[in-house]
């Protein structure tokens, strides 16, 4: 398994899913967001390059991929570095993700 890296950004995503679910559908949904997120990060730990490459193609980012986070509409979206995976956003998918991807591209480009 590659070693993950999650940005302040991706820990912060995680946070207001929590939230977000806590308030919306309660303590079970929102453990249950938190438990899927884990999830989708073992997988993307084991098998990397199932993630797919369209956004990175959109962005003209290498080595840019995307994951759905199971049954919960998010993507989480991570970067393959030589040595780890570089996992910077968990966004909703009812997110304007393109705009969203625009304004971190700066981010994505340097090493976490």
């Known amino acids: 398994m590659i070693n993950l890296v999650l940005r302040q950004t991706a820990e912060r995503d995680i946070e207001g899913g929590f939230d977000y679910y806590l308030n919306s559908a309660g303590g079970r949904v929102a453990e249950a967001f938190v438990l899927a ?13 199932t993630g797919s490459t369209r956004y990175g193609e959109l ?4 080595g840019l991929r995307s994951w759905l986070g ?21 966004l909703r998918q009812r997110t304007d993700i393109p705009a969203q991807l625009q304004a971190d591209l700066p981010d994505m480009e340097r090493e976490a």
């Open 37 to 49: 997120v884990k999830a989708t990060l073992a997988h993307i730990g084991k098998l990397p390059r």
């Open 59 to 62: 962005f003209d980012t290498p």
């Open 70 to 90: 199971g049954k919960f509409p998010y993507i989480l979206f991570y970067i393959e570095r030589e040595r780890y995976l570089d996992v910077f956003r968990i």
